[in-house]
């Protein structure tokens, strides 16, 4: 079993792309906190779903400092997988959400 990430080690602090290696398979994944970035992966994702005709499906997942009695921690990070392309998106550092995204979570 191999696993490798390859870290394409972005010039700008808005984002940066990884590929990782799983068994046979490839996974294209965008790490980001702009807004900017993430309608640009959402386009190119219902982009790409337009051309193959096939329902899109989409894996989530949403992390978080557990909460407690006193303090309501907010989702640091959530996480869109669509085939072998991954966003990886850190809401906690982002200055707002896009209605793009929320559109697309919407739907």
Same mark, same amino acid.
């Given at each position: 079993?191999?696993?490798?990430?390859?870290?394409?080690?972005?010039?700008? *602090?808005?984002?940066? +792309?990884?590929?990782?290696?799983?068994?046979?398979? &490839?996974?294209?994944?965008?790490?980001?906190?702009? $807004? /900017?970035?993430?309608?640009?992966?959402?386009? *190119?994702?219902?982009? +790409?779903?337009?051309?193959?005709?096939?329902?899109? &499906?989409?894996?989530?997942?949403?992390?978080?400092? $557990? /909460?407690?009695?006193?303090?309501?921690?907010?989702?640091?990070?959530?996480?869109?997988?669509?085939?072998?392309?991954?966003? &990886?998106?850190?809401?906690?550092?982002?200055?707002?959400?896009?209605?793009?995204?929320?559109?697309?979570?919407?739907?």
């Amino acid at each position: 079993m191999t696993i490798t990430i390859q870290n394409y080690q972005s010039q700008r *602090d808005t984002h940066n +792309l990884y590929e990782v290696n799983f068994f046979e398979d &490839i996974i294209h994944t965008l790490l980001t906190h702009d $807004p /900017n970035m993430v309608s640009q992966w959402l386009s *190119d994702i219902e982009s +790409l779903n337009n051309h193959s005709g096939n329902r899109l &499906i989409v894996g989530l997942d949403i992390e978080w400092r $557990p /909460n407690n009695q006193y303090y309501k921690n907010p989702v640091a990070t959530l996480q869109l997988c669509v085939g072998l392309r991954c966003l &990886i998106y850190q809401l906690i550092h982002s200055p707002y959400v896009s209605s793009l995204f929320i559109n697309f979570l919407s739907n």
